[in-house]
């Protein structure tokens, strides 16, 4: 008798061990399912984002932002953001998102969100479609005409060192004749010098330089950056030529 007794003991003990091992497993993946991790790929340009997935279940989302871009932009989204990423540089962004919903995402840039850079990012709903646009963009004015006259016997160097936002050159006055830039971009954004109607410039990543020499005949000519929207943020000026 006491033989059968302990026999239905450890037959209760292995059955109590059966429920446990199904009990448990269900609440371990609930919460794995709670804490799941998703990874998406982003890529800016000029002026988009291009995600790898459009939507996303709640949890930790990994972002791996990449600038596929000729400038500068940065990734902003569940109140935390990038960097400012020069062409060809990523970051990670870890956000965590507790709840379903339309999640607002940005490039902070000035005038890169109003170009395009926002939307909206699914998590546990349903992705909302953009809305087709029928505006178009109007061209940019031609650029001014190349000015008339005779470039004098001047040979005259010029540094320009370029920062946020705006020029330093050596000299803004210099006479007719051969003018050579030598330009710097001393700033933590790409920019790049341009004599309007002479010369559009290389765009240089922070520290590269370029140099170009051009004959200028008197005149008042206007220097810019052809970054957009750096030029709403002050690079641009102008030099005169002098008989």
Known sequence: MRRIAVIL?????????????VLLPSGGA?????????????????????????RVPTGTVIFTVINKGKISHDFKIGGKKTKSLLPGKSQKLTVKFGKKGQYAFLCTLFGHAKAGMKGKFAVAVAPVVPKPTTTTQPPPPPPPPPPTGTVGPGNTT?????????????QTSMPSGQVTFVITNNGAEVHNFSVSGIKAGQI????????????????????????????????????????
């Open 9 to 21: 003991g450890v037959a209760a003990l292995a059955l109590a061990g059966v429920f446990a091992g």
């Open 30 to 54: 609930s919460t794995q399912a709670a804490d799941a991790t998703t990874k998406v790929t982003v890529k800016a340009s000029e002026f988009k984002y291009v995600f790898s997935k459009k």
């Open 158 to 170: 010029v540094t320009v060192g370029m920062v946020e936002y705006g020029f330093n050159l050596s």
């Open 204 to 243: 240089l990543n922070p520290g590269q330089s370029e140099t170009y020499t051009v004959g200028l005949p008197a005149a008042r000519f206007s220097i810019v950056c052809d970054v957009p929207f750096h030029i709403d943020r002050g690079m641009s000026g102008s030099i005169t030529v002098t008989p």
